[in-house]
């Protein structure tokens, strides 16, 4: 879109003059993660090389950080934007198409709490479902829209999105890969560059040559768009700092997806990588649970592997028999709790419990309810009786308890 490409460029053109450096956070599931590969092999660190020659030209210093998680969605990444990504990514990308569906409130969720950061990032969707980009068209009158997604632009080659084999003989081995669906460790071989048995070698994720041609892709289109922002400079126009977004009202429909209230709340996740503050540093006093990956995470086998992986889902394992965990809640007022549950995979474990039934959680020593939130099905709010006082005060005590026993709770 003309406009989002114009504040792309301003960006660019601030990197230049003033900031001497440019960010790129990408988000999303396995495929951006870079699962069944190398971590180096991921799109975002093909699109890290990409970059920093180019940019190193003119003067900037840029780099792409890979903030992928195996089987996490948009939310409750998206709410913890700062946390996660820090306060100044110039561009954000959303890589979660196979985990969300069609659940495009929950982008706009995610693209507003991007869009919340300090640095008002250009939001990079990476989606051809209908009614998310509809969701976004209806940005597309705002300077923030999202950028261009570069699967249009492959797309657009008639490269892409074709669930059918091409001719060897005559194309690329990065387009004979798109769609293909290897089962065989044999055939796993020409797919991937990974030993045999390591994990993520699943037909759904992309070898290293689509991964490269993702990543190339999308460092052509950042080039190109620093090659606009310098024929600029050059052409004697100035550098001009972007007016501050004004979000329009949301779409969202559900207040529990914080749409309207982006980057008006704290938040803390165990899950790396990260760049801000970590849950556990919210511990009150002995700390109770062990904190453990959680069930189906791969990254120690891969670690073992030499695969290099990133993300890990850390998480607090309850039990019964452990007793209480406690966290000190700073200048808290009780107006809104979300509490989040560790992903564990595909199949949920036996016995894992739930946060709802199985979770004694207090405020201050009161009692509070927590409800499952409909399109973040691994989060729960928690609702205040009203005899809780509606204060701010300097710090509270939030304590959990597990009530089920022979059943383990992980936060």
């Known amino acids: ?21 440019f960010e790129v956070a990408a988000a999303g599931h396995s495929v951006c993660a870079g699962h069944g590969n190398y971590f180096n092999e991921s799109y ?3 699109l890290d090389r990409g970059l920093r020659a180019g940019f190193a030209a003119a003067g900037v210093a840029a780099s792409a950080r890979n903030f992928g998680m195996g089987g996490a969605a948009a939310l409750p990444l998206g709410w913890c934007a700062a946390e996660v990504f820090g306060p100044e990514p110039d561009v954000v990308t959303w890589d979660f198409q196979m985990v969300e569906g069609k ?30 980009l509809a969701m976004l ?4 009158s705002m300077p923030s829209a999202s950028a261009p997604p570069p ?17 060897a003989d005559a194309t690329p081995h990065a387009l004979v890969d798109i769609g293909f669906a ?26 290293w040559r689509v991964n490269k041609l993702f990543g190339s892709v999308l460092a052509v289109w950042l080039l190109s768009a620093l090659g606009d922002a310098l024929a600029e400079l050059d052409a004697g126009q100035r550098f001009e700092p972007a007016a501050p ?8 429909g559900d207040p529990a997806l914080l749409c309207e209230t982006p980057g008006q709340h704290r938040c803390a996740t165990t899950y790396e990588p990260k760049r801000g503050a970590d849950l556990r540093t919210f511990v009150s006093g002995h700390v109770a649970w062990p904190v453990l990956l959680a069930k189906g995470d791969p990254s120690l086998r891969a670690q073992l592997l030499g695969l290099g992986y990133l993300d890990r889902k850390w998480t607090f394992e309850g039990a019964a028999d452990r007793g209480p965990l406690a966290f000190a809640l700073d200048n808290f007022a009780p107006r809104s709790l979300v509490l989040c549950e560790a992903t564990t995979g595909w199949r949920r474990p036996p ?10 959680l207090r405020l201050d020593g009161t009692p509070l309810a927590l409800a499952r939130l409909a399109l973040v099905h691994n989060c729960f709010r928690a609702s205040f009786p009203p005899t809780l006082p509606d204060l701010r005060l300097d710090r509270r005590t939030l304590t959990l308890n597990v009530t089920t026993r022979h059943t383990k709770v992980y936060l």
Request: charged share 35%; glycine share 6%.
């Open 44 to 46: 975002a660190m093909v």
């Open 137 to 140: 068209r209806r940005y597309a």
């Open 245 to 252: 977004l004004a979000l329009p009202p949301s779409d969202c």
């Open 103 to 132: 659940h495009w409130r929950v982008s706009e969720a995610f693209a507003r709490s991007a869009w919340a950061l300090a640095s008002q990032p250009v939001v990079v969707f990476f989606t051809k479902e209908s009614s998310r």
């Open 182 to 207: 290897p089962k065989s460790e044999v055939e796993k071989r020409r797919k991937f560059s990974t030993p045999d048995g390591a994990p993520g070698r699943v037909p759904w994720h992309p070898g």
């Open 1 to 21: 879109h003309g406009e989002s490409r114009s504040r792309l460029v301003g960006k660019l053109k601030r990197a230049v003059v003033e900031r001497k450096r």
């Open 151 to 167: 699967d249009e632009l492959v797309r657009d080659l008639g490269l892409a999105g074709r669930k059918r084999r091409f001719r």
């Open 351 to 360: 016995d894992l419990g739930h946060l709802d039934a199985d979770l004694d």
